[in-house]
């Protein structure tokens, strides 16, 4: 079964690249192959490579920058997503594709399920609902996977900043007021494999929303604990900074985070036997590879 994957080279895109299952035959591509904002572009590509399903790790996610860029935001998360749907639904496709958390105010106290409202409270997640909107719209067959807090080995992410900062510093601030599920990009792409698979097998899905990731649900205060207490164990740091516990209120950025972004995972356990990773195993894992 040939698989078209938009963002090969992003941070889960690298990951889908690396774990093509044999049955599979995956044509993944960058954003200069195949620009989601250039409708004719989507179309045409999508008409070339003749996929049997298609898989969206391509996104705007510079999330501080979307503030000062909004329409480039839209263009790529909303319009990005639209063109690959209609795209995909004129091929009679499915298309799986990634969303986010940030699409949450973040001010509740229990796990997020899928069917809570949404309410983003900056340009990145109004954009990555808005394609949300566009894909139930435009393609009947479709899957949404809201992830949150990625981190791999490769492209830039709170682990491979950690590490910078712990190298150069003795002593850091990390948030402590905001809770998530740190989720390794290997392990969403297993889950995108596994649906494809599935998909494969069955000739269908139980389309919709879903959420996946990691677990336990921490601070990123506790993530940076996690990541020096591993690195240190692995020689990656020489010796494990002082860690202060700051409030978001210290650490202002342009675009507001959620206090609360911790996803119930259950639906996607439910429906297609997709369990959470627990990311301190995926964090050693990306460490080892680091070192
Ligand atoms: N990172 C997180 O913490 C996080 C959290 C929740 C959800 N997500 C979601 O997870 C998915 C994957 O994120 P990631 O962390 O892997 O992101 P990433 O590392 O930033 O990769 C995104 C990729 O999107 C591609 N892209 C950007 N604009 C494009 C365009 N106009 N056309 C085609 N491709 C374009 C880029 O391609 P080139 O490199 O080729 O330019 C880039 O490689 C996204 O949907 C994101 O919204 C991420």
Request: net charge negative.
């Amino acid at each position: 079964m040939r698989v078209l994957i938009a963002g090969a080279r992003g941070q889960v895109g690298h990951e889908l690249m690396r774990r093509v299952p044999e049955v599979f035959e995956a044509v993944g591509m960058g954003s200069t192959q195949l620009d989601l904002a250039d409708t004719e572009q989507v179309a045409a590509v999508v008409n070339n490579v003749q996929p049997q399903l298609i898989i969206n790790a391509a996104a705007y996610t510079a999330v501080d920058k979307a503030e000062s860029e909004p329409e480039r935001a839209w263009a790529v998360n909303r319009d990005g997503v639209a063109h690959l749907a209609i795209a995909a639904e004129g091929l009679g496709i499915p298309l799986l594709h990634i969303s986010t958390d940030y699409v949450f105010a973040g001010d509740a106290r229990e796990p997020y399920r899928e069917t809570d409202p949404t309410d983003p409270t900056g340009v990145y997640g109004a954009s990555k609902l808005d394609g949300e909107v566009a894909l139930a719209a435009n393609c009947s067959q479709h899957i949404i996977l809201r992830t949150s807090w990625v981190f791999g080995a490769y492209g830039n992410n709170f682990v491979k900043t950690m590490l910078r900062l712990g190298r150069e510093h003795e002593e850091l601030g990390v948030v402590a007021d905001q809770h998530g599920c740190p989720t390794s990009a290997a392990s969403i792409a297993s889950a995108l494999w596994s649906l494809a698979s599935q998909y494969r097998e069955q000739g269908s899905l139980q389309w919709g929303i879903y959420h996946y990731g990691g677990s336990p649900a921490c601070t990123w205060h506790g993530f940076a604990q996690e990541i020096f207490r591993q690195a240190h164990g692995r020689g990656l740091l020489g010796r494990v900074p002082v860690l202060r516990a700051i409030a978001t209120a210290d650490y202002p950025t342009p675009a507001k985070r959620p206090a609360w972004s911790v996803l119930d995972c259950s639906k996607l356990r439910q429906a297609h036997g997709i369990a959470q990773a627990d990311w301190r195993e995926e964090l050693g894992l990306v460490l080892r590879e680091l070192a």
